[in-house]
């Protein structure tokens, strides 16, 4: 699944190119499913010159200085316009640290945000999910997660984690919220994760993330390497002619060396990084492949239970 | 066929590292031919600090400020190392404006350089050409010609153009020159080109071309399509729904439109330069089998005569 950013693609090229190519599949050649964020996190984390209201955000383009308003209207209908499978609710998503009471108003308010969304949302060939604000406070994290869990929706989500909170923190969050939401539908963390933080999450009943870290590291020319992260600059790996890892399938493993890979990042060459990016988003996949394959055979604990105790990338 | 160059690969990876990784082919995954320079003409157009001699070149290394020295020798023997299957003599390229008495000192001294690369070259699986110098001087030209021409080598080339001079004075270089080079060899102008470059050069006899346009155009985020040259930029290709060239069969043409080419390019997502240094490289390898068929049904001179008095890109 291809995760699209709303507030991003609003701005540029705007939704109605996008809808006029024929929709985020088709438009970007990804005939896979996609997602498409609310534009919320980005609102709140990347704009300048926000203010937020009952009625939405107003905020200041960083493309052109144009004052922009978001509300949950519009963004479910730049949602509906972009033609993404799974759509998400219109959030406040509070900063860390934020007191009890800063964080329950914008807890009250993404339910009512959420209800407007809901009534906004057009298309029944997308999936709209509800997201589980709530900071670190376990309470109105308990409280958010039962009362959406009683809404017919298709899928819900935990948000407003990874926001400079510690790792901690954020375990406990989804350890108390996820067992809260419906067992039969898809159970979404978002923006997250390491190895580490996907298998606590798992073991909690998530069963969705969505990350940066395989292409954001790629960028940084490093490689996601059976659990390790490695910097292909590292002198080591000069003359290293291995392949980046023996047991993956993907098309860098199959066909470049570590050497190789390790030139291209000090030239600066931009294949290294579409390469890095296809082995790293391929390690990820694979990661969570064999912990369902483990959950199956009944043997998550013996083979994953590491990454619950231990800290690492 | 696939160029690389001799001078930057010395200074990174080194040949050592590229010969350790079973040689150019293997180390970057390219079964096809492959080609290198000397190393010649970027020790004299990026290098500050340099000293000619008899011997060779002396030059400062923009990676570690390391003096480094190359000669005939060395070039060959790195180029035996990196294991292309063409590899090209060690030549003194004369920048433009020159004397007549310059050029002629670095012509003829290029000719001994070219008796020492032939002395030193120890791979019988390595096709080794010559290069014609001359600068834009007639008679050194036609001299150099004549000379290298008597000489049992694989194939010639025509060095030292698209150096500053007029375009005028180009084609009256290639047009002296590459009859006098045996027709039954491969004639390679390195450098070039263009669409009307390539057909002039095509029109005198020449076979093989090098050029940077198809991939430093598209990372400029310009295609080439059917003559013309195209800003994805502009704001036309915005909503343009149309693929980039619907004759032609490269993968970015038989997938995406140009409005999304236009939202990478303006994104400045890497994928951008990827999609468009494919197409380039297809729309120019398509230029020149066109001219081949057109050769073979004897038709070049009304399919392609009006680049010969034309000015394009």
């Known amino acids: ?16 190119v996008v809808a006029g190519g024929g929709g985020l599949h088709k438009f970007m050649g990804w005939p896979g499913p996609m997602l498409t964020d609310s534009g919320g996190f980005q609102v709140f984390s990347l704009s300048e010159m926000r203010k937020i209201t009952e009625e939405g955000v107003v905020f200041r383009s960083p493309h ?3 004052m922009i308003k978001l509300t949950p209207e519009r ?35 993404t339910y009512r945000w959420l209800e407007r969304s809901i009534a906004a949302h057009q298309r029944q060939d997308q999936a709209l999910f509800a997201i589980v604000q709530g900071g670190v406070y376990l309470d ?38 996820t067992p809260l939401l419906p067992p039969q539908k898809p159970r979404y963390l978002m923006g997250v994760g390491t190895y580490r933080e ?15 870290i395989p292409t954001r590291w790629a960028r940084h020319g ?30 860098t493993c199959q066909n470049f060396s570590r050497a190789y890979l390790s030139h291209l990042v000090r030239a600066q060459e931009i294949l290294a990084y579409t390469l890095l990016s296809i082995h790293n988003i391929t390690e990820l996949i694979r990661f969570t492949q064999k912990i369902r394959q483990a959950i199956f055979s009944d043997r998550f604990v013996e083979e994953f239970g590491h990454w619950l105790v231990t800290k690492s990338c």
């Open 1 to 16: 699944m291809i995760l699209a950013n709303t507030y991003h693609l609003h701005l540029q090229p705007g939704e109605e």
């Open 140 to 177: 109105l994290r308990c409280q958010a997660a039962t009362t959406l869990a009683q809404l017919d929706l298709p899928g819900f989500a935990i948000g407003g984690v990874s926001v400079g909170e510690p790792p901690e923190l954020m375990a406990q969050i989804v350890q108390a919220t």
């Open 198 to 212: 996907m298998a606590i999450a798992i073991a909690s009943g998530v069963d969705l993330f969505d990350c940066v």
């Open 75 to 109: 963004s479910i209908a730049i949602q509906n316009t972009l033609g993404a499978d799974v759509i998400m609710a219109f959030d406040e998503c509070p900063p860390y640290p934020a007191t009890h009471q800063e964080v329950e108003a914008a807890t009250e308010r």
């Open 222 to 251: 490093t490689a996601i390497v059976q659990g390790d992260r490695w910097n292909l600059k590292n002198a080591k790996f000069r003359e290293d002619f291995g392949t980046l890892d023996p047991t993956c399938p993907c098309y």
């Open 64 to 66: 052109d200085g144009q």
